[in-house]
Every structure is written in structure tokens, then in C-alpha cells.
């Protein structure tokens, strides 16, 4: 497999002397008005024989991270196994306000910071700069904190064994869930990434946002309660955004013939009433009318066989 871009961006960073490193702990709230997510950090590094040490070691995994794997779009819906995701880094949600605090200027030094709490830490960013003042930014989600918190932490010492409280124990380990080179994010890890800039709340959002305009295509019958359904699910919700951006509610009323054909022929429970889809709980399955129109109902190109696709990509325009 030829080497990706990233490879190349992560080889080329790293060819340059490493100049400065700071590793930026992240804290969140919610504002108690707006109920928006609040971001703060302490940062810290390393010195002498330590920083080395981290450098190469941090290379080396980064190298290893990268090598030989496919990069595709972020999609919202589903992720394809083993590939890197790259996505505008203006498009992830929550993360100008964690650069923000990506500064000493608007962080503290751990030492310095009265109210640190490593149980506390949403996740951790580590940004470094080479010589050329090129900077590359890793993300990554704190998962073992609070697992942490109700474990017995052990320091063995000259024979004895002395209990240290776990709540003054800092563990990370330095994996990264996405690598950010000049306003693009690598997503190596979509589960964690997606925990860290809150997508699910931000889907919700949009969904929420848009319901108006979606209402008003009127071609789903109770489209409050299917609206609701779906804001609830996880999946569904990024399901849901996704029928919004690409604008498929609009799509199924001006195909609604040829749609409820394929409803019928792919076997989906979908209740219709005239013009428009009956949503009710009993009488439809909601993974099967965002299946619809998504356009998850595919033939094999090759055998002709039907087929539910989890995810769905155009690849170009067809001509009988």
C-alpha cells in the first residue's frame, strides 16, 4: 500500500528538531445558563533525559499509528474499519473552544492549578512544535480516570509497600484518538473522538435546529414522534443529521413512487398512507425508514443481489 499523506506529514514533522512539547490536561463543565460545555487545563512537560525519552517513544507510536492506513472522509454514520478519518477541523464541534485554552497564557501549570483533579480530566491534548514552527496537535479521550479513582494505588519503595490515594495518582497513556496538522484532523480512534468534542450532543443540536424545516416537508406523518425517536438513539440521531445535510427528506418526496416500490421490494416495515410515511411506533420500524431515505437499499452491481447497507457513498452517475 503506498504511504498516505499522513504518513508523510508525521515523517516530515518529526524530521525536524522537536523545539518546544506541552501536554494540555482538559477539563469540562456545563454553563449553568446556556448549557453550553466550558473547556479550562493545566498543562506540564518533560525535561532532560525524560523528554527524550517521550519524544522518541511518542514518535515511534505515532509512526506505527499511521502506517499503511486508508484515509476516507469523517462520515457521520458509520466509520470503516481501519482507515483514518480525516475531517476540516472546522467542522468538529467543541474544538475552537478547547484550542482556546491551548496556551499558557490561558492554562495554569499543574502546580500552580489549586483546583486539579485528575479524576476530573475529560481528555488531554499534546502539542508539539518543530523547528520549522510547524505544530501538530493529538487528542485524546481520558478513559481510566475515574476507574482509577475507586482502585488501591501501591508505591513499592526499598521492601515496603505504602497505599497512596489514587486521587493524586496521575496515569496517562499517551495514545491519540485524532492528529491535527494545519486545520485537518486524522481520526484514528471515531468512538473516542466523538466522546471527546461531544458529537452526540452536538447532533442532537442540529437535529433539533433543523426541525422546523423538516417538519415542513410534510412526507412524515407524526414527524414529532419520529423526530423524537431518533434524538434519542445515538445512531439514529447521526442518521438523522445525516438526512438533513444531504437534504434526503426533500429527495424522498420527489421520489416517493419509485421509494415505496423499493420499500415493498426490499421487504422494510414501513406503514404508507397516500403521499406520505405513517410513522407510529407499532406500525413502523424506524431503522428501516431512515434505511429508505438514506438510500441504505443497494443491488450488487456483479450478482444483482439485494442488499441493507449500514453506510452509503455516491460514487458517480450512472447512464442506461
Not at 72 to 80: C, K, L
Not at 189 to 203: I, L, P
Request: glycine share 4%; hydrophobic share 35%; charged share 30%.
Amino acid at each position: 500500500m503506498a504511504e498516505n499523506r499522513l504518513t508523510n506529514k508525521v515523517d516530515d514533522f518529526f524530521s525536524k528538531e522537536i523545539t518546544d512539547t506541552k501536554i494540555y490536561l482538559i477539563f469540562r463543565s456545563v454553563d449553568d445558563e446556556t448549557n453550553e460545555y466550558l473547556y479550562r487545563s493545566s498543562y506540564f512537560g518533560f525535561k532532560g533525559k525524560d523528554y527524550k525519552t517521550f519524544k522518541d517513544d511518542y514518535k515511534e507510536y505515532l509512526t506505527e499509528l499511521v502506517k499503511n492506513r486508508e484515509l476516507t472522509e469523517y462520515d457521520i454514520t458509520v466509520t470503516e474499519k481501519g482507515s483514518i478519518e480525516t475531517i476540516p477541523s472546522t467542522q468538529v464541534p467543541n474544538i475552537s473552544k478547547v484550542k482556546e485554552v491551548l496556551t499558557p497564557a490561558e492554562s495554569q501549570t499543574i502546580t500552580d492549578d489549586r483546583d486539579f483533579d485528575p479524576v476530573s480530566i475529560w481528555g488531554y491534548i499534546i502539542v508539539m512544535k518543530n523547528k520549522d514552527d510547524k505544530v501538530m496537535r493529538t487528542y485524546r479521550k481520558q478513559v481510566n480516570a475515574k476507574l482509577m479513582k475507586e482502585s488501591k494505588v501501591l508505591n513499592f519503595l526499598q521492601g515496603e509497600v505504602k497505599i497512596i490515594k489514587s486521587d493524586d495518582r496521575l496515569i496517562l497513556d499517551f495514545k491519540a484518538d485524532a492528529i491535527e496538522f494545519d486545520d485537518e484532523c486524522f481520526v484514528t480512534n471515531n468512538h473516542y473522538f466523538n466522546q471527546f468534542f461531544s458529537y452526540t450532543e452536538a447532533h442532537v443540536n442540529y437535529a433539533n435546529a433543523n426541525f422546523d424545516e423538516l417538519k415542513e416537508i410534510d412526507i412524515i406523518e407524526n414527524f414529532d414522534d419520529f423526530h423524537s425517536r431518533c434524538v434519542e438513539s445515538v445512531t439514529l440521531v447521526k442518521r438523522l443529521v445525516a438526512v438533513i445535510k444531504e437534504d434526503r427528506l426533500t429527495w424522498l418526496k420527489d421520489n416517493f413512487s419509485k421509494a415505496k416500490k423499493v420499500a415493498t421490494d426490499y421487504g422494510l416495515k414501513i406503514d404508507f398512507d397516500g403521499d406520505k410515511i405513517n410513522y407510529t411506533n407499532k406500525n413502523c420500524n424506524i431503522s428501516d425508514v431512515i434505511t429508505l431515505i438514506r438510500g441504505g437499499c443497494v443491488t450488487d452491481a456483479v450478482d444483482m443481489e439485494r442488499y441493507i447497507a449500514s453506510s452509503v457513498r455516491k460514487v458517480g452517475s450512472t447512464t442506461n
